[in-house]
């Protein structure tokens, strides 16, 4: 087997073992290195590149022996690739479109033709590199896009370089948008260079191929690792990048806590259309590049491979702004930055309007998705968190192309009626309209206080499921840990907090800020419960619930309303309170008045924030014995012992005491939550009861 120590540029992760587990399913091993070779995003991005495999088949027609391709369907990745994302078709059928193509002025009804070739009915869409792997001979087939081979075919003098780098065993031909009339380049680039082992695509990528799915990813492994040796024996010749530094960066620290500053104001000013999630790194590689001396030249021409600024838009927005800057001043900051934005969105315009077709697609979402600050990262905002990450994937990958392409040549980009071809195709438009239909709470980000178990994980988990981003805080780390493990941390993240210190408050809401870009909702969960006669309860009871309660609504609604304002984009409170503020009990003196606190101080914010469009509600539960925390402990003890019952009997109880006759759970306080959020969005200083029904608690 290949010795994977010679590899310095890519990972070599092939496992014998694994493949001989797979046996001679050539459809198994075509998938098993699919995923390795996605695994690298040196190799190529999520969602990026295209591999296949052929293999002889029975017609279930006729009987006869058939070449079917497999290839990865429309809208993958190739790292994530399963059987049921890819596509099914007969070989011949696929040559024989051969027939019918009527030129690139008809590019895209082949598409639809594609369809007729289908051999496996369980196919996934087939993608529009189909033909570029049908006309193709070669069992196993990587279309990939890495950063060294972009950067190579996007070189001013590409073609010379592939033939410095790799003589007369690789193949070049220029730039063109997939489609059926590339797939037939290919094959005459194949047919005039016998024996060659790939083909690098101008300002694209590169295919490569091989007699096995191991000696195809041998092959990928080998171009690319020669690829990047050839670029870094260049920079180390040249011993700079990107014309040397320009300025210098801000301490790690230093660089988070700009980054959280600004979020906020950066959101709002890239949700001027449709609200966005940001996403924030500061990575070396891109240090490296906003720091220097050619960002100014080379930004704002734009990426080259279409996979980069279809996720990335044509160019990015840099700020003109010092890394040290005073953000603290956010009026300044605000009147500094908003001419940015102003002139990025006539600059999109007019390229749009330069560029359109009489049947273009209409013009999207003019702002910006990358942001680059310098001295202290880079900024990404897009309709989720997952996208937002990837965009910001895929612009590293284009500074690496940038890197790369200067240092052996000089970069150069797509011309832009070329980029809006790809960015405009109807083809793409058509997948964007696929898309399923957002949830509720998408585009929202939200914090929720004691989300580690009982109501406020139940609210926690409510808002995912409903599309929102959530940062989840409790006061314990074993309840966190155990909250957000089933989550990604493109949907979720724990933190831990003390709603009784405005630093632990502060420190949530900034983590919500560097890790999704701002802040929407805030849920006031967090609580605790004691019962005890006045008598006996003591001024460490009394404070605790006015502590936890009270002060930790105060805090969090003070800290939040902050981000808020900085984003302009409204937002909304919502507090858990209780039945106990509305209606007079025995042993509830220091609970029910916490709790009474909260449902005013609700209503007094309501008022005060109404003009910012922030709204503040809340909900009243009642009851929630099954899966709260609070009914853990002496809580339920001490209610039972006042009501005169067993705790084991309490539920019943409760049920029997609402007119409903209902068990109350978490969840039903989750979707209170909710209907302020998702469905009472005019509805502001209002409350929620979700208690089956006590007639005393009746607010009207």
Partial sequence: ???????????????????????????????????????????????????????????????????????????????????????????????????????????????????HCIYDLDSRAPSIDTPLHGLLPFKHIDHLHPDALIAIAAAEDSQ???????????????????????????????????GIRGIVLGSHGVFTWGDTSYESYINSLEVIEAASQYIEDKIAKNGSVFGGQKIKSLTTEQRKDQAVKLAPTLRGLCSSENAMIGHFTDDE?????????????????????????????IKPLILNLAPNEDLDEEQ?????????????????????????HHNSPAIRDANPVVILYPGVGMFTFAKNKQTARVASEFYINAINVMRGAEAISKYTSLPRQEAFDIEYWLLEEAKLQRQPKEKPLSRKVALVTGSGGGIGRAIADKLIAEGANVVFTDISEEFLQEATQQYSSDQAIGCHCDVTQIESLEAAVHKACLQFGGLDIVVHSAGLAISKSIIDTTESDWDLLQNVLVKGQFLLSKTAAIIMKKQNLGGSIVNIASKNGLVSGPNNAGYGTAKAAQMHLSRLL??????????????????????????????????????????????????????????????????????F??????????????????ANAFVR
């Fill in 1 to 115: 087997m290949e010795n994977k120590s010679k590899y310095k540029f890519v990972n070599y992760l092939w496992n014998e073992k694994k493949a001989q587990e797979l046996g001679d399913d050539q459809v198994a091993l075509f998938l098993y290195r699919s995923n390795l070779l996605g695994a690298d995003l040196r190799i190529t991005n999520f969602g990026g590149g295209n591999t296949s495999c052929k293999t002889i088949e029975k017609d279930p027609l006729t009987h006869e022996e058939v070449e079917v391709m497999w290839i990865k369907g429309s809208g993958g990745d190739i790292g994530t690739l399963k059987r049921d994302g890819i596509a099914g078709l007969y070989n011949q059928r696929l040559h024989d479109l051969k027939k019918v193509y009527r030129g690139l002025e008809h590019e895209d009804e082949m598409v639809a033709l594609f369809n």
């Fill in 160 to 194: 010379k370089i592939t033939k410095e780098i790799w003589g007369d065993t690789m193949g070049w031909v220029p730039w063109q948008r997939p489609g059926f009339d590339l797939g037939l380049q290919l094959e005459a680039c194949l047919n005039e260079n016998h």
């Fill in 285 to 313: 590689k891109v240090l490296e590049y906003i720091n220097s001396n050619d960002l100014e030249r080379l930004a704002p021409m734009g990426t080259s491979c279409p996979d980069h600024f279809l996720r990335t838009k």
């Fill in 332 to 356: 300044k900051v605000l009147d500094k930055i908003s001419h940015s934005f102003e002139q990025y969105r006539e600059d999109y315009i007019a390229y749009y309007e330069s560029c359109k």
């Fill in 606 to 675: 309501a008022a005060e924030l109404a003009a910012d469009q922030i709204r503040v509600n809340t909900v009243n539960p009642d009851g929630v014995i099954i899966g709260s925390k609070i009914w853990e402990g002496d809580w339920a003890e001490g209610r039972a012992k006042a009501y005169g019952i067993t705790v084991e009997e309490l539920p019943a109880f409760y049920a029997k005491r609402n007119i409903l006759n209902k068990i109350i759970r978490p969840e039903d306080i989750a979707n209170g939550v909710f209907a």
């Fill in 677 to 694: 959020l998702a469905i009472l969005d005019k509805s502001t200083g209002n409350t929620i009861n979700v208690d089956g029904g006590v």
